[in-house]
């Protein structure tokens, strides 16, 4: 069975796909922005239990509970807690625009966005395995007056650096998803 924390983020990369989320959303909290990341893995296993055992005190006062109600209440936070921490720390490694769906999908949406501007300027085509300097190369046929630059002697001149290829993935992403809002 899958771990929590691999169903949330099967779950945020559905979302991605479904154009709910973007795919450079900064970290966990940003996913609120988009939708209600609290519902991510309500139908785990784990989550079930921790939310059956939440209910059995959930008609009483907090206070009222001895030592081991209350913290058999709060196991349900505690639970959803600790995902949400591994998961920001998967989002905030890149981790969405790492996954091969989501580059495929990019690259798609990229491709289609470039066919829909109709401009004489050539455009590089993306593919899920293009390299840093092909999506480098998109991103700047996109925005011509960007500095986001791979090459080591652009770096020392002062450019904004695009250092990984993940990096690079996520600016498709915030330029991809700001078309389509």
């Given amino acids: ?23 450079e959303v900064g970290c ?37 509970l001895n030592p081991a109600e209350a913290e058999a209440y709060e196991g349900l936070y505690r639970l959803k807690e600790a995902t949400a921490d591994a998961v920001d720390a998967w989002i905030l490694d890149e981790g969405i625009v790492r996954d091969e769906r989501v580059r495929t999908y990019l690259a798609s949406e990229a491709n289609a966005l470039t066919t829909r501007c109709q401009s004489t300027r050539p455009c590089p085509t993306l593919s899920a395995a293009s390299d840093a300097t092909t999506v480098v190369a998109w991103i700047r046929w996109c925005d011509p007056d960007s500095c986001f630059t791979t090459d080591p002697a652009q770096l020392e001149r002062g450019q904004d650096a695009i250092t990984t290829l993940d990096e690079a993935w996520a600016m498709v992403g915030q330029y991809t998803y700001e078309a389509k809002s």
């Fill in 1 to 23: 069975m899958a771990t929590l924390v691999d169903t949330y983020k099967e779950e945020i990369i559905a979302d991605v796909l479904a154009s709910r989320v973007p795919a």
């Fill in 28 to 64: 966990f909290g940003d996913l609120h922005d988009h939708v209600d990341a609290n519902m991510y893995g309500e139908e785990h296993p784990d989550v079930v239990a921790q939310w059956e055992v939440h209910q059995r005190y959930a008609d009483r006062p907090y206070e009222d």
